[in-house]
């Protein structure tokens, strides 16, 4: 599809034909079309007009806010029947807010695309600042967590609703006891919907002492503990030397008194045989209301 306008170009411009013509006559070259009227018998290239054919386009007009941009941006002329597609990208710390086209708000994309344009147009983008968390990672005792698999160093800054990986990691030497919101796995994952503080907790091992004698006696091995008064639980939690976790022992303050015996046969929690090696115990005993009233860790060999 074509369009243009009359003009009456210069004389000297006109491509006359040769000879004698009566009656209108049209002339065709490149991308124009000329048009004489009138019947002279003496062609003298008087009373022409000139009709300059170019393709029907369109503009597109594309604008962008604070924020990003769009891109191409600004009068973007496109064909009759042709397509454009046009390209919003928002800055870093932006996310795209609204995209309006022609005034009326479309589907929110990175991209939109105008089909078959047989009209002027126009794109607007706007954009807001993403809505960011901060998770700040606390450490007692010898240890470090990894965040997304970085070691931690200074406070994380995400977008809100970003889930992030956590994993602490104890130094030779130490085992990782907890987190401080009593969470004890070592790997947990945190859903930033608001600014998170987490502690993770490691405690240093003290002296190597044997429990198990070569072989392991069928009635399993004994453990001596000191109950204080005032212990309504005792509970034994058994390491392997890389902080993982392997058995978990519970203790009845109330039935025995100092030293008081407990046996358990050296399987992890799963009824494993732990192998000869060593190993970390971590020792809690606690009141009435859950308070923490002793803790301590050392290491233990199991001989085979």
Known sequence: MLQGTWSTPAEQQLPCPVGEWTGNRLAFTEGDIWYWQGSPTTWDCGGAHLYSLSPISYTITATAGDGGGISPSGSVVVARGDSRTFTITPN???????????????AVLDTYTFNNVTSNHAVHATFRVT???????????SGE???????YSSPVVVDKGTELKLVASPVQGSIFMRWEDGSANAVRAIIMNEDTTVTAIFRIV???????PHPVPADGCVFWLNFPDGTAEATLAIFSVDGVRVAHIEFD???VRYPAAGRWMP??????????????CLVELRSDDGSLIHTHVEKMVISR
């Open 145 to 151: 967590v990894a965040v997304d698999g970085v070691q």
């Open 206 to 212: 003290a002296d190597v002492f044997v429990i198990a």
């Open 267 to 280: 399987e992890d929690t799963y009824g494993r045989v732990l192998g000869t090696g060593l190993y970390m």
């Open 253 to 255: 303050p109330s039935a």
């Open 131 to 141: 809505e960011q968390t901060t998770l700040t990672v606390h450490v007692i005792g």
């Open 92 to 106: 870093a710390g932006c996310e795209i807010d609204a995209v309006l086209v022609d005034g009326a708000s479309v």
